[in-house]
T-cell receptor, first 111, second 115 residues
Framework: QQQVKQSPQSLIVQKGGISIINCAYENTAFDYFPWYQQFPGKGPALLIAIRPDVSEKKEGRFTISFNKSAKQFSLHIMDSQPGDSATYFCAASTRDYKLSFGAGTTVTVRA | ETGVTQTPRHLVMGMTNKKSLKCEQHLGHNAMYWYKQSAKKPLELMFVYNFKEQTENNSVPSRFSPECPNSSHLFLHLHTLQPEDSALYLC??????????????FGPGTRLTVL
């Protein structure tokens, strides 16, 4: 059973546009929600993470929005650049450190 | 580089072969993980080692056998695999402590093809 559902599977955005990726979860025991970025030929790397005690976290052009009541969280990439073209994974974990990942979103930024 | 290395980067094997994947972390972490990554699917956690002790086996078939001789090295021994086992196998490490999950650092993976 997939614990974290991610959408869309892929998206194309123009340079300078906004990319939005959504994730939903069911397990209310999740208390850590990271986003990982993966380039071809590389392993995933932590991009940004949030805990459920805040509704938003921003790091540069990347923002996580978190809606605890709806059990949803999303990644916004502002002013998207060609270098942002990658696959993005949302994830969630409880305090046992085991991450449950979404299926991934392939983002393509067109120049 | 993330501080987690994996060898080999690519491996092609027949169903009757025996091979091993190696992972080494240079970060001083105390936990190591094996994941399976298949196209269009979530990363699947296979095994977790904490201070060299296996703490998780996610119902992985016995044809996959992990080994963790010390906190810096992790192996995945493979034997009599099936074509559906073809995937990218990722190793990760983290420093576990109180207060919840911490960042996992991933290696580049081994692309495995089973013929």
């Amino acid at each position: 059973q997939q614990q974290v559902k991610q959408s869309p599977q892929s998206l194309i955005v123009q340079k300078g546009g906004i990319s939005i990726i959504n994730c939903a979860y069911e397990n209310t025991a999740f208390d850590y929600f990271p986003w990982y970025q993966q380039f071809p030929g590389k392993g995933p790397a932590l991009l940004i993470a949030i805990r459920p005690d805040v509704s938003e976290k921003k790091e540069g052009r990347f923002t996580i929005s978190f809606n605890k009541s709806a059990k949803q969280f999303s990644l916004h990439i502002m002013d998207s650049q060609p270098g942002d073209s990658a696959t993005y994974f949302c994830a969630a974990s409880t305090r046992d450190y085991k991450l449950s990942f979404g299926a991934g979103t392939t983002v393509t930024v067109r120049a | 580089e993330t501080g987690v290395t994996q060898t080999p980067r690519h491996l092609v094997m027949g169903m009757t072969n025996k091979k091993s994947l190696k992972c080494e972390q240079h970060l001083g972490h105390n936990a190591m993980y094996w994941y399976k990554q298949s196209a269009k699917k979530p990363l699947e956690l296979m095994f977790v080692y904490n201070f060299k002790e296996q703490t998780e086996n996610n119902s992985v078939p016995s044809r996959f056998s992990p080994e963790c001789p010390n906190s810096s090295h992790l192996f995945l021994h493979l034997h009599t695999l099936q074509p559906e086992d073809s995937a990218l196998y990722l190793c990760a490490s983290s420093q576990e402590g109180g207060g919840g999950a911490l960042e996992q650092f991933f290696g580049p993976g081994t692309r495995l093809t089973v013929l």
